[in-house]
């Protein structure tokens, strides 16, 4: 079954063509990376599926419904590209207000092991506001998968963090085995590590789809997997 579905997809901003009739689908349980260049559309893709923003034309389903049904909301964590908590609750009351919110029976213990999980003890009393970038991150992240979503789309998710707190992140994430992950990324080592398959678009439309096996597969002897994306970016493969 595919928890994903993207037929035919379209949407303008005035002249800009975002995404200019996208398709795709994602099996349950699979892993993928959303990779393209700045403007490709990405972003976009993302809160398409999160239902954030509406299609011009063309379909969205998440496990065969509606992207912005309440089902669907209950089962999906969404992480933006610049997500911003509530800037004057404390990290600890950011993460006890949406565990609340999400229904987790013991709100405040729960709020207690994400802060445990993402190494945010130190700033557990601090507004988000006055967070470091990297640490609102990290609490941006934590807010995300409280739930333990199903569906986890993440946009650039390890922006801004530093070496460790990455390796700490993707620990964290491949420990949903069972979720669906979609992950956007132009950097090529973050998506060999998150997915197993790879989507790319340029210029909102879909250019390859496959695994990152076959990705690699595809470069000359020894070449680097950055290269041989930026090939088929420029259409040097089909
Ligand atoms: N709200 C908006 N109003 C007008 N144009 C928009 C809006 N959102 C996105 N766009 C345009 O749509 C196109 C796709 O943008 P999108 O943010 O999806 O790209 P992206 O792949 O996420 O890029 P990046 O790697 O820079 O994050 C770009 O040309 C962008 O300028
Ligand atoms: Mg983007």
Same mark, same amino acid.
């Given at each position: 079954m595919n928890c994903i579905e993207v037929n035919n997809v379209v949407k303008r901003f005035g002249n800009v063509h975002a995404l200019d009739g996208i398709s795709f689908s994602i099996p349950c349980g699979a892993k993928y990376a959303l990779i393209g260049p700045n403007g490709a559309g990405k972003s976009t893709t993302l809160k398409i *599926?999160?239902? *954030?923003?509406?299609? %011009?034309?063309?379909?969205v389903k998440i496990k065969g419904m509606r992207p912005n049904s309440k089902e669907v909301k209950k089962i999906l964590g969404y992480l933006p590209e610049d997500a911003m908590p509530y800037r004057t609750l404390t990290v600890l009351e950011n993460l006890e207000y949406i565990a609340s919110l999400r229904g987790i029976p013991?709100?405040?213990e729960k709020a207690l092991q994400m802060i445990n999980i993402f190494g945010l003890q130190e700033y557990m009393h601090t507004e988000a506001g006055k967070l470091s970038r990297g640490n609102l991150q990290r609490l941006s992240l934590a807010l995300t998968i409280i739930h333990d979503p199903e569906i986890i789309l993440l946009d650039e998710p390890l922006n801004y963090l %530093?070496?460790?707190?990455?390796?700490?992140?993707?620990?964290?994430?491949?420990?949903?085995i069972l979720s669906t992950l979609l992950v956007s990324t132009h950097i090529m080592s973050i998506a060999t590590r998150l997915a197993t398959h790879a989507i790319i678009i340029n210029h909102g439309k879909v250019v390859w789809v496959g695994s990152i096996d076959d990705l690699k597969k595809m470069g000359k002897e020894n070449e680097p997997i950055e290269s041989i994306v930026a090939r088929i970016m420029t259409g040097g493969i089909t």
């Open positions: *599926l999160s239902g *954030l923003l509406t299609p %011009d034309l063309g379909e013991n709100p405040r %530093d070496i460790p707190t990455q390796e700490l992140v993707i620990s964290i994430l491949k420990s949903y």
